[in-house]
């Protein structure tokens, strides 16, 4: 099984940007798609985007559409999502995944990152 461990969170204010890494210990049938999700307490774990490893295809939620972008480094079995425009909504938890299959939904995902806290205010 992989293990996932994301970086990059921290404190910014509305407007700003922050770059979230999630590296990969190795590539496998089960980290054929990778994904970011994220969740505030007491709600459920929202999915934002996922990519196809393999070409490189992306898929984003309207929720972070044009202002999310996830990027892969094969080299470093790294995936990243950039965040810009950043707004009071977008604090939560956030979270990598892998699994076989592109899936907005948290649960067709194999395995998760410990998460990395975004907190935007004023």
């Known amino acids: 099984q992989a293990q996932l461990m994301e970086s990059g969170g921290g404190s910014v204010p509305p407007g700003g940007s922050l770059r979230l890494s999630c590296t990969a210990s190795a590539r496998t049938d089960d980290t054929q798609y990778m994904a970011w999700f994220r969740q505030s307490p007491g709600k459920e774990r929202d999915w934002l985007a996922y990519?196809?490893?393999?070409?490189?295809?992306?898929y984003y939620a309207d929720s972070v559409k044009g202002r999310f972008t996830i990027s892969q480094d094969n080299a470093k079995k790294t995936v990243y999502l950039q965040m810009n425009s950043l707004k009071s909504e977008d604090t939560a938890m956030y979270y990598c995944?892998?699994?076989?299959?592109?899936?907005?939904?948290?649960?067709?995902?194999?395995?998760w990152g410990q998460g990395t806290q975004v907190t935007v205010s004023s």
């Open positions: 990519m196809r490893i393999i070409d490189g295809s992306t």
């Open positions: 995944a892998a699994g076989r299959y592109g899936s907005i939904w948290a649960g067709n995902y194999n395995q």
